[in-house]
Structure formats: C-alpha cells, structure tokens
C-alpha cells in the first residue's frame, strides 16, 4: 500500500498521505458543507438572539394592555397589528420565541438524559433491570405520546412547567429504546469484550466505549426531539393545557386569534408561520447532523 | 401461523394489563379528594356525606382491591359515571368513537394517496428536480404544525372562499362528507412527510437489491420491473412506519378535532379536561391505548399475509 501512495505522489511527505483524517474532522466538514446546515443555524441563530435581546427589540411591552388600540390591522406603528387586549402582536411573537425556545430545550434535555442513561443500563446489564425498564417502555409507547401528555397534564394542572416535565417524561422512551438497541450490539463487538479482558470496570466500559459510540445517533434524535417537542408543546398550549394567559407564546397566541379569524387573519397567521420557521432550522440541523454523523448513510 | 398469531395475541396481554395499570395510576394520581371532585358542581358537603359516598364507592378500601375492582369493571365495559354528563363514560365513548375512527382511517388513506406515489416518484427520478422537490414538500410536511395548517385551510376553503364548513359535523351523508374534508386533510399532515420519506428511501434499497438488477439484466421493462417487481418489497416497511406512527396520528386527532369542532374521543376527552371529568379523560387514554395495540396486533397478522418470510419462520 505505502510504495503505491509514494508512486502516485513522490512528491507529497508520507505521513502526510496515509494520517487518515478522523471521524469528526470528516463529520464537521460535512456539516459545513451543507448548505441548508447553515441556514437552519443562521435562522436559529436570530430566533435565539430575538429570546435573550427580547426586551431591547421588541417595539412595546408584549404584556402592555391599551383598551383603547384593540384588534388593530398591521400598521406601520404595529407591524402585524394588535391583539384583543391592545396588546402589541409582534412584540408577543419575539417573547413567544423565548418560551418556545426553552421548552424545546428543556424537554430535549430532560429526555436526553433520561432516555439514554436507562437505555445503556437495560442495554447494558440486561436481566431483570432490562426488563422492567423495556416493559415500561412498552406500556408508555402504547399511548399516542401526545394524548399520554395530555392526560398528564391534565392530572397536575395546566402550567408550562407542568407541560415541559410532561413531554419530557413521554419522549425518554424514544431515546431508551434506540439506545439499547445499540448497547446490545456493541456489548458484544470484540474491542468491549478485550476491555472487559483485561479487567476494564463496568463503569469505564460504559464511559469509554459505549457512550462515545452511541453519541452520534443521540445527538440525531436529541436535535429533532427539540422539534418534536416545540411542536408538541405549541399545540398543548393551543389546547390551554401549556403556557397560560397572558404568557406570550405561539400556540396559545393562536388559541386567542381564532375568535378574530375573520376581522384579523394575520393573528392565526404569524404565529404559525413562526413555529415553522423555528421548527424547519432545527430539522435542516438535523438532517445535515444526520447525514454528517451516520457512517452507513456517508456516500 | 396460527401459532404466530395466537403467539402475538398472548403476548398482548401483559401489555394491555400494564396499559390498565398505568391509567388506574393515573386516576390515583390526581390530587385532591375524588368525592369533591365528582361533586365539584355540587353545594358543600359534610364530612359524614363525604363517607358515605366514599363507602359507596369503595374509595376506603386498600389500592390493590380498588385495583382489581378497577379491572373487573372495565371488564364489564363499566368505566363509571360521567361527572359532566351523569352518564356512563362507556357509553360517551362509544358514541364518539366511530367519529375517530373515520377521521383518521380517511386520513391514512389520504396519507397513502399522497405519500406513496411522491415517494416512489422521487425514487424513480432520484436526483432530479421532481426528487428535491418531493423531498423539500415531505420537509415542509414535518415541519408545519398540524393544527396550524387546519387553521390555514379553515381560513382559505372556509372564510375567504366559502367552500367547505369549517366547524362541526354534517347530518346527511353529503354534508357530512364536506364536513370530513378539512379535518381528514389536516390530520393527514401528521403523517405525510414522513411516509413520503419513508415511501422514498424504501424504494431506493429496493431498486438497488441483486434481484431487481437480474430482472432489468434479463430485458424486462423499466415498468415491469419497478411496479411488479420492486414496489411490492417496498410497501412493507411503509406498512411499518404507518402502523408504528399510528398512534401519533391518534395525537394529532385530539388536537385537530378540537380545531374542527369534530365530535370524536379526542374532543371529548380536551373537553373533560376542562370540566375536570377525570374519568372521562383516563378511560379515553386507555381507550387511545388499546387503539394502538389492536392496531400494531392487526399489522403483525398482516405481515403475516403478505410476506411469506415470516409466516415460514
């Protein structure tokens, strides 16, 4: 192999040709190559920096009632216009970005966690823990998430923390069974059994060999778990059952604008567009994670 | 395959047993004393009225015999009283269930009608325009929420263009029909660009297997080949993804039969919520559940039909 390399190119230093380049030098500049990567992080990138600068953009306080400006058309002094209150829409939608942000956020985190650390210990150490944890899995899959989130958040009260602790303990089950699934497999590929050979503990094992392999799909599913979850989050709120009045959020802002459907379209309109918006970034995200981060799909 | 199929079946009970559990935990979860909430619309009770109902209804007794009072009831097909409407939760559903289920059995079709051929087209013409195409709808597809879209088409095919009613359900079959349009529309999204990816990628494996290679090898035509030969190997993971993603089409049927005003379980259960008729929410969960495993039992006997593989196993 080396005298080929030397033949096709004498003039090129050796160790130089054949360093192959490794697996997240390869995966980065897939990423950056992709196009709709960058986009998705651009667009993220404003939509975070509209939440945290909220107060200095937005033209007027989203929470500022004023009886006498209400269900205003767009205008120049009120861009999209004016809600039932007076209050300013499109102030409302730059503080909706903060709350749909954190809640994608927070329930990705939480059933990040979750999920992965049960999946590698049912994976893992098998027997009676795998088995109680995977029958728990079985009966939580069993309900449509969303309803199985409702009811939760039904039983504890309508309250956005109440509505984030509910996605989150409904979407560990997703992440816990793709993790065990690749635990099983890698227990057995002969570098795990080597560690175990010459006595690595199980601790060590888990740290160094199961969690670096199965952080790629991980952060796949954790990137379109936030999308997931901001969808799932916007229509519970547009039930009522997530962030309630007068808290500026899009599901619930759209909940508001059904009654002036017809005198104020642009109501049930902006917000929307802004879920989309947020939730195609974080999918292009997604896919380029995917595409850059899953070996098999690399060609 | 009788043995498979009995096998399947057996193996569903200690799920559905699990599924009870969970909604029988669910129940006990609420906080708060049940008697006052049933009597929530009621005047103020006293203490020894609250015994007795609580006598009444075995609220005294240990967990574990409450639990197994729970089953046999439901057993029974006895889900207890409706705090809202004072009659039977089994009745309430069963009146409102069909409704779902026309909803979303129209929606899979929908989702079948529309996704499979875009998938399979932009696997044929993989590459080109019609493929990016294809691919950047099944993206806008998973990224629209549902209920917003509902909206959109209310507000297009409703108020601006007066086409189809936008709330409610029809009497005659016409009216119910055009009734059935916008909801069904909607709720298909849910599924529509995933399927159309999934519809895409399953042809593509197939298209590049040794077998479909043979056959264009041998001088069959491109027709032949790809509509006799490779489409029928690929509607099997379609069916997968269908029968896997069944139950969150079931979730987006409670938010967009709120949206539509349409009479199914979903409503039902949101509206409960509100009027905290607790009973009416837990046994539409457990309802919802054992949707979804009748159906995933349904397409595992399928498989069984239309791949010969599994039933020689």
Not at chain 1, 125 to 138: A, N, P, T, W
Not at chain 1, 231 to 259: F, R, V
């Amino acid at each position: 192999m080396a005298e080929n390399i030397v033949e096709l190119a004498p003039d090129v230093e050796l160790t130089e040709v054949i360093r192959p380049k490794s697996f997240s030098v390869i995966a980065a500049q897939q990423f950056i190559r992709n196009g709709r990567a960058l986009l998705g992080i651009a667009v993220l990138l404003v939509l975070v920096l509209a939440a945290v600068f909220a107060d200095q953009i937005a033209p007027y306080d989203p929470y500022k009632t004023n009886y006498t400006n209400v269900k205003q058309p767009p205008s120049a002094e009120h861009v999209i216009g004016t809600d039932e209150l007076g209050r300013d829409s499109f102030s409302r939608l730059i503080y909706g970005a903060r709350v749909s942000l954190m809640i994608g956020v927070v329930v990705s985190a939480f059933s990040t966690t979750i999920g992965v650390a049960l999946g590698v210990v049912a994976g893992f150490f098998g027997g009676k823990v795998d088995m109680v944890i995977m029958r728990l899995v079985d009966i939580i899959m069993s309900f449509p998430l969303l309803v199985l989130a409702i009811a939760l958040v039904a039983v504890f009260g309508p309250s956005l923390n109440n509505l984030m602790a509910a996605l989150g303990f409904v979407y560990w089950v997703v992440f816990t069974r793709l993790v065990r699934g690749m635990v099983l497999s890698l227990r057995e590929t002969e570098y795990i059994v080597g560690a175990r050979a010459i006595g690595a503990t199980d601790f060590a094992i888990i740290f160094n060999h199961i969690l670096p392999n199965v952080f790629p799909v991980v952060v796949v599913l954790a990137s379109f778990s936030v999308a997931e979850a901001i969808l799932a989050a916007a229509a519970l709120s547009y039930l009522g059952l997530g962030a309630q009045p007068p808290t500026a959020e899009w599901g619930s802002m759209l909940s508001n604008a059904k009654e002036l459907m017809r005198i104020l379209p642009v109501m049930s309109i902006a917000p929307g567009v802004a879920i989309m918006i947020t939730v195609l970034a974080i999918n292009f995200i997604g896919d380029a994670l995917r595409d850059a981060l899953d070996p098999t799909l690399r060609h | 395959m009788k043995k498979y199929i009995l096998r399947r079946v057996i193996l569903m009970i200690p799920l559905v047993f699990g599924v009870t559990t969970a909604t029988f935990a669910l129940i006990h979860l609420i906080p708060g004393d049940p008697v006052e909430l049933m009597m929530s619309n009621a005047r103020q009770l006293t203490q020894e009225e609250i015994h007795r109902i609580r006598e009444k209804l075995g609220l005294n007794d240990p967990l574990p015999v409450q639990y197994v009072r729970y089953l046999t009831n439901l057993l029974k097909g006895d889900m207890g009283i409706s705090v809202r409407s004072r009659s039977d939760v089994s009745y309430e559903i069963t009146q409102r269930l069909p409704d779902t289920i026309i909803l979303t059995v129209t929606s899979i079709c929908l989702v079948l009608v529309l996704a499979l051929p875009i998938g399979i087209l932009s696997a044929l013409k993989r590459g080109t325009w019609i493929d990016t195409a294809a691919m950047t709808f099944a993206l806008f597809g998973v990224s629209i929420p549902a209920f917003w879209f509902g909206i959109m088409l209310m507000l297009i095919f409703g108020l601006y263009l007066d086409w189809l009613p936008t709330v409610g359900q029809g009497k005659t079959p016409i009216e119910f029909a055009r009734s059935l349009i916008l909801p069904s529309v909607t709720l298909s999204l849910v599924l529509l660009g995933l399927v159309t990816r999934v519809a895409r990628s399953s042809m593509l494996e197939v298209l590049s297997l040794d077998y479909v290679r043979t056959a264009r090898a041998k001088g069959l035509g491109a027709k032949w080949v790809n509509f006799r030969h490779a489409l029928p190997n690929a509607l099997i993971p379609i069916l997968t993804i269908v029968s896997g993603q069944f139950a969150a089409l079931l979730g987006g049927a409670v938010v967009i039969e709120k949206v539509f005003g349409w009479p199914g379980i979903g409503r039902l259960a949101v509206d409960a919520i509100f009027a905290r008729d607790y009973l009416v929410v837990t046994n539409t969960v457990l309802v919802f559940a054992l949707m979804v495993i009748v159906v995933n039992l349904a397409t595992d006997i399928l498989y069984t039909y239309i791949d010969p593989r599994i039933r020689f196993q």
